[in-house]
């Protein structure tokens, strides 16, 4: 069973940082990738950002030069740090895990961006 935790969502101003966590706990492969994906009010939940165990990332476009993500692979922790944050990136965040051909998902939190 692997369980996912995420913290850090809120209600910030555009302009502002907000920085999000997920703690992965269970079995779990030492091999593996973990993002972050959005999913805004009556669309799709779409990729953020991700990061392999071996440190290659991918943001989307929408993104890039404003959020980072990073991970602590010992606590298999991922964070993203979100910068110079726009209404659009309102939504509610969900952080995934993909091990031994599975994907995780948390419970998502909620990031909601005021003009």
């Known amino acids: 069973q692997v369980q996912l935790v995420e913290s850090g969502g809120g209600l910030v101003q555009a302009g502002g940082s907000l920085r999000l966590s997920c703690a992965a706990s269970?079995?779990?492969?030492?091999?593996?990738?973990m993002g972050w994906y959005r999913q805004a009010p009556g669309k799709t939940r779409d990729l953020v950002a991700e990061?392999?165990?071996?440190?290659?990332?991918y943001y989307a476009d929408s993104v890039k030069g404003r959020f980072t993500i990073s991970r602590d692979n010992a606590k298999n922790t991922v964070y993203l740090q979100m910068n110079s944050l726009k209404p659009d990136d309102t939504g509610v965040y969900y952080c995934?895990?993909?091990?031994?051909?599975?994907?995780?998902w948390g419970q998502g939190t909620q990031v909601a961006v005021s003009s």
């Open positions: 269970g079995r779990i492969s030492s091999i593996n990738t």
């Open positions: 995934s895990l993909i091990s031994l051909g599975y994907t995780y």
């Open positions: 990061l392999t165990t071996g440190g290659s990332t």
